[in-house]
């Protein structure tokens, strides 16, 4: 199962209650055709449930994922539940753990981590992190194999998402 939220606040929450849960975040409403085409590709192998925010920019996205995966589930904050302390944002971030339970109360959650295919150490050895081109090789990692650019957490993160191994990503780098 891969959980799609807004903004990296979002999964941070998730996955102080979730930890092995597998979050993508679409970085805003500006939601691009990348990331569309990448969740499709994901859809294929897993579920995937949006977790978006209660409000104008959140609903926006659902309505795009919906058209794109119409197979997608959905899980609907109470605007109520997500309003911060502050009175003035709506999120999934601000919301209690009890409520976030109560969202997922009928989804199964995985209890254990998705099994690794590209280590840390294969991926800074493949030069994808610390070196002054690896974020031109991610970029082209992500533009040719379709899951978009991202930092190097992101990145392998991504990766692994996937299925990708040293092999696949030596073959194309």
Do not use: W
Not at 155 to 166: A, K, Q
């Amino acid at each position: 199962m891969i959980v799609v939220v807004e903004g990296v606040h979002d999964a941070s929450r998730l996955l102080a209650i979730f930890p092995h849960l597998q979050v993508l975040t679409t970085n805003g409403s500006a939601i691009s055709f990348e990331f569309l085409e990448a969740l499709k590709r994901l859809s294929l192998d897993h579920t995937i449930v949006c977790c978006l925010d209660p409000d104008h920019p959140g609903e926006r996205i659902r309505k795009i994922i919906m058209e794109a995966i119409p197979t997608a589930q959905h899980v609907f904050a109470p605007k109520k539940a997500a309003i911060s302390r502050s009175k003035r944002k709506v999120g999934i971030e601000h919301m209690s753990k009890e409520a976030i339970l109560s969202l997922f109360d009928t989804i199964q959650i995985p209890q254990e981590a998705q099994k690794e295919t590209l280590s840390l150490e294969t991926f800074n050895y493949l030069g994808l992190s610390g070196r002054s081109d690896s974020a031109s090789k991610r970029r082209n990692l992500g533009e040719g194999l379709k899951i978009g650019y991202a930092n190097a957490k992101t990145m392998r993160r991504r990766l692994n998402l996937f299925g990708y191994n040293e092999k696949d990503v030596k073959e194309f780098l």
